[in-house]
């Protein structure tokens, strides 16, 4: 944890013994949000103005060194999309869908996604989240950085593992080589999900059993998942609310998602924190209603006498 003129934030040990790299985790402490997003919410919300927000997302990019950053997002929609983002010529971010060549895809800014990556130096990837899982990624060898933003759809898309396959493809990045640090999120102490959000992991994953926690007052549910759906006496689509079925556990699912796609589980960090269980640091849409503020993690490399990489 990092405090300075009021405001806090989390660093990766690791990452910052890399002096090209800035990156940060932020939290709610500081900035000049109202109720019900009262503290830094650098999230655009429909029930906070957008000057008030930008302030916020100016001081957070000061204290963390990136004010000269220019800063790339993207509009998250819970996919497994990710872009390669570079500086245009015009001086605006060019966002390039991976695995698309550029002469096939017109994508707008920011556009649909949910993944960042990029070569270039001066440009901060960020995504926001109040429950969703941030990660970073970051080749040292080849200096490319990303960030993800997933949720449990995104996690069920395997944005996670997609990302360092991207990386691979875009920048010739070595899984082997990257460093991986997942941020705040909501955590299986708080993540309540439906019979259906098991399910969906069940038929993704060859073993998602290490993804759940079964809820001591429904020991059945993961045992007991398909004539839960059979025996329905509701016809498709019109069955009531389901009750919780188990806890989710987003690291677990991220962690597995990383070593499948070849990063050394040596090479992965976890910031301990629940967002729900601590919301006099964090946002979270779950535990505060869905009225809330937006943390952010962000990345970059610093501008300098830094080589610069092409890809395709």
Not at 261 to 274: E, F, H, L, M, N
Request: aromatic letters at 6%; one cysteine or more.
């Amino acid at each position: 944890m990092v405090s300075r003129d009021g405001l806090a934030w989390l660093e990766s040990v690791r990452l910052s013994k890399l002096p090209w790299l800035v990156h940060a985790f932020s939290t709610r402490r500081g900035g000049a949000s109202r109720v019900p997003s009262t503290g830094l919410n650098l999230g655009f919300t429909e029930w906070e103005g957008r000057e008030q927000v930008e302030q916020n997302r100016r001081r957070f990019l000061r204290q963390i060194g990136a004010q000269d950053f220019s800063l790339a997002s993207v509009r998250q929609v819970h996919s497994s999309h990710a872009f390669v983002v570079a500086a245009g010529g015009t001086g605006q971010i060019e966002y390039q869908l991976c695995g698309v060549p550029s002469a096939e895809q017109a994508a707008p800014s920011p556009p649909a996604g949910d993944a960042l990556m990029t070569a270039e130096t001066g440009l901060l990837l960020a995504v926001r989240t109040a429950d969703c899982l941030p990660v970073l990624l970051v080749d040292p060898k080849q200096r490319v950085v990303a960030t993800v933003h997933a949720g449990w759809r995104g996690a069920l898309a395997r944005i996670i593992e997609k990302a360092v396959g991207d990386m691979r493809l875009a920048f010739g990045s070595d899984p082997q080589q990257l460093l991986a640090v997942l941020g705040p999120s909501i955590r299986a102490c708080c993540y309540e999900v439906g019979e259906e959000v098991v399910e969906a992991f069940h038929g993704r994953f060859a073993s998602a059993e290490p993804f759940f926690r079964t809820l001591p007052h429904r020991p059945e549910a993961a045992t007991d998942r398909h004539s839960i759906l059979f025996l329905s006496a509701h016809p498709p689509g019109h069955a009531p609310e389901q009750v919780p079925a188990a806890h989710l556990d987003l690291v677990a699912v991220a962690q597995h998602q990383l070593t499948s796609a070849g990063v050394a589980s040596s090479q992965i960090s976890v910031a301990d924190y629940c967002t729900a269980c601590r919301t006099d640091l964090f946002f979270s849409h779950r535990k505060e209603g869905g009225h809330t503020g937006r943390q952010m993690a962000a990345i970059g490399i610093r501008p300098g006498n830094l080589r610069r990489l092409s890809y395709p």
